[in-house]
């Protein structure tokens, strides 16, 4: 099983620039998750999403916006990229908030 | 002050001896997850709890709901154990957003 398919692994932006970051699983789980680290701090959570068509903001959401048109797919976007989104994206996801959490490779960003 | 804090930030160890990584949190849980992230940053979960005990190898781990504390210990330590090792509390009010990450215990065994 392929599991969580994060791309790219590495990018680097212009100020200003707009992207998209891919999340893709197989195991049909219906909880898909964005957080970011930054150095020396805990995961933070961008967006989530329980179900195709529904999203909701966490914890850090300002700059980011994110579409669940199925249950396989939960990408990221960044529109006009800021230094301040610098940071490592992982994409994760879970069957249930009850259940064990699946995690990306990760997507290291730099905003120049 | 953060809900979920470990301890310690970091850790160095010799091959072969035990390791306890703490974590302590400061609100109601419903279950409590230790990770490893790889020194190439991939995250891999260990565990999930929410009570008693759970082995898996040469790692265990604990929880102790009243006294808001969980540990992580290793056995027979070996370098390739060198990771971060995050603890992350899901929250008992059960919304998707609240897991809560801890900062991370920076491991190193030295062989």
């Known amino acids: 099983n392929a599991g969580v398919t994060q791309t790219p692994k590495f990018r680097i932006l212009k100020i200003g620039q707009s992207m998209t970051l891919q999340c893709a699983q197989d195991m049909n789980h219906n909880y898909m998750y964005w957080y970011r680290q930054d150095p020396g701090m805990g995961l933070k959570l961008i967006y989530y999403?329980?179900?195709?068509?529904?999203?909701d903001k966490g914890e850090v959401p300002n700059g980011y916006n994110v579409s669940r048109s199925t249950t396989e797919d939960f990408p990221l976007r960044l529109e006009l990229a800021a230094p301040s989104q610098t940071s490592v994206y992982f994409c994760?996801?879970?069957?249930?908030?009850?259940?064990?959490?699946?995690f990306g490779s990760g997507t290291r960003l730099t905003v120049v | 002050k953060n809900e979920v804090e470990q301890s310690p930030q970091n850790l160095t160890a010799q091959e072969g001896e035990f390791i306890t990584i703490n974590c302590s949190y400061s609100?109601?849980?419903?279950?409590l997850h230790w990770l490893q992230q790889h020194p190439g940053g991939g995250i891999v979960s260990l565990f999930m709890l929410s009570s008693g005990k759970k082995k898996h190898g040469r790692l265990i781990a604990t929880i102790n709901i009243q006294e808001k504390h969980s540990s992580l210990h290793i056995t027979a330590s070996h370098p390739r154990d060198s990771a971060v090792y995050i603890c992350a509390v899901l929250l008992s009010s059960g919304s998707a957003r609240q897991l809560t990450f801890g900062s991370g215990t920076q491991l190193t065994v030295l062989p």
């Open positions: 994760a996801s879970s069957y249930s908030t009850g259940s064990g959490y699946t």
């Open positions: 609100v109601g849980i419903s279950a």
């Open positions: 999403s329980v179900g195709a068509g529904i999203t």
